[in-house]
């Protein structure tokens, strides 16, 4: 039998352990979902509508992205499945209507700071990019990229679109032996982002493998949600070697995510805890 975990699920493995227990062995169902959560998915929506569409040039106005955001927000079932609840929204939005309008608003000020400074790519080779790498246990792990694109010198760069509240400023890594929490989020000024995260070490890999270039540039392209939107574009480090420590970290989270035991999921309490579905259950638990 060929198992299948997706890079998600290695990432929560990451995040926080409880919340994947919840989520995808015992399978309560989520309490509620953030507003977040139909943001990041219309925002996402949106750059693959501009990169699936890419002709080297910006629109004239954000409208159609807008657009895109629009539809997105409007078929999302998320509003007719779970409460949603609005953390990053101004107080002022006192019901659930001011709460939805306030989000719409807040979207499309992402969408229009990513217009005014997106990435441009010399090419795009792909987006929302479907990938499987088999790991020599025999397990596939499954992911999507959000964008494959070429720079000016033909390198291959893969990027991950972010969009994401000022406060999450904590990365959680693996540093081989246990989680870290690194509190050195980087600044804008470097450009450069210090740990490679799981998710970007596996996308890394699949560059390498897939297009026989070791020196695959890995990017976050973030849409921060400050009072002021911003639009970012931030390279990982790679340390030298790092393919090997990533099949390395595939196996070690695979091991945890298919022994796991309640005891062995531990409570990583973070920036995450704001915007679990399951902090009821995980507050009762304890
Ligand atoms: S509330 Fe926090 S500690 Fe508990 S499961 Fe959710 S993210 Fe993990």
Same mark, same amino acid.
């Not at 929560?12 to 989520?30: F, L, M, N, Q, S």
């Not at 970007?200 to 695959?216: E, H, K, S």
């Given at each position: 039998?060929? /198992? @299948?975990?997706?890079?998600?699920?290695?990432?929560?493995?990451?995040?926080?352990?409880?919340?994947? !227990?919840?989520?995808?062995?015992?399978?309560?169902?989520?309490?509620?979902?953030?507003?977040?959560?139909?943001?990041?998915?219309?925002? @996402?929506?949106? /750059?693959?509508?501009?990169?699936?569409?890419?002709?080297?040039?910006?629109?004239?106005?954000?409208?159609?992205?807008?657009?895109?955001?629009?539809?997105?927000?409007?078929?999302?079932?998320?509003?007719?499945?779970? =409460?949603?609840?609005?953390?990053?929204?101004?107080?002022? #939005?006192?019901?659930?209507?001011?709460?939805?309008?306030?989000?719409?608003?807040?979207?499309?000020?992402?969408?229009?700071?990513? !217009?005014?400074? =997106?990435?441009?790519?010399?090419?795009?080779?792909?987006?929302?990019?479907?990938?499987?790498?088999?790991?020599?246990?025999?397990?596939?792990?499954?992911?999507?990229?959000?964008?494959?694109?070429?720079?000016?010198?033909?390198?291959?760069?893969?990027?991950?679109?972010?969009?994401?509240?000022?406060?999450?400023?904590? /990365?959680?890594?693996?540093?081989?032996?246990?989680?870290?929490?690194?509190?050195? !989020?980087?600044?804008?000024?470097?450009?450069?982002?210090?740990?490679?995260?799981?998710?970007?070490?596996?996308?890394?890999?699949?560059?390498? /493998?897939?297009?026989?270039? =070791?020196?695959?540039?890995?990017?976050?392209?973030?849409?921060?949600?400050?009072?002021?939107?911003?639009?970012?574009?931030?390279?990982?480090?790679? %340390? %030298?070697?790092?393919?090997?420590?990533?099949?390395?970290?595939?196996? #070690?989270?695979?091991? $945890?995510?298919?022994? #796991?035991?309640?005891?062995?999921?531990? $409570?990583?309490?973070? !920036?995450?805890?704001?915007?679990?579905?399951?902090?009821?259950?995980?507050?009762?638990?304890?």
């Amino acid at each position: 039998m060929t /198992l @299948h975990i997706s890079v998600s699920q290695i990432n929560a493995e990451v995040g926080c352990p409880r919340e994947r !227990w919840y989520d995808k062995v015992e399978k309560i169902p989520r309490e509620s979902k953030p507003s977040a959560y139909p943001q990041g998915s219309a925002g @996402h929506k949106a /750059l693959e509508y501009f990169y699936a569409n890419y002709d080297g040039t910006i629109p004239d106005d954000p409208y159609e992205l807008a657009a895109v955001v629009q539809q997105a927000l409007e078929t999302d079932d998320t509003f007719t499945s779970i =409460p949603v609840i609005y953390p990053y929204i101004k107080k002022s #939005a006192t019901n659930k209507r001011e709460g939805y309008k306030e989000m719409e608003m807040q979207t499309y000020m992402l969408i229009k700071a990513f !217009w005014q400074n =997106p990435y441009m790519p010399a090419e795009v080779i792909d987006t929302e990019h479907k990938f499987t790498i088999q790991t020599p246990g025999g397990v596939d792990v499954i992911g999507y990229i959000d964008l494959i694109a070429r720079d000016e010198d033909g390198t291959i760069c893969i990027v991950d679109h972010k969009f994401i509240a000022k406060s999450s400023g904590t /990365l959680k890594t693996f540093d081989g032996e246990g989680l870290t929490d690194d509190d050195d !989020w980087p600044t804008v000024d470097t450009g450069m982002i210090e740990q490679l995260t799981p998710q970007m070490m596996i996308y890394g890999l699949y560059g390498t /493998l897939t297009y026989g270039d =070791p020196n695959v540039r890995l990017f976050h392209q973030e849409i921060v949600k400050n009072k002021k939107p911003v639009c970012r574009l931030l390279e990982f480090h790679r %340390p %030298p070697n790092y393919q090997q420590e990533v099949m390395e970290l595939i196996d #070690a989270m695979i091991d $945890r995510i298919m022994n #796991a035991t309640k005891k062995s999921s531990p $409570r990583i309490r973070s !920036w995450r805890c704001g915007g679990c579905g399951w902090s009821t259950t995980c507050a009762n638990d304890f």
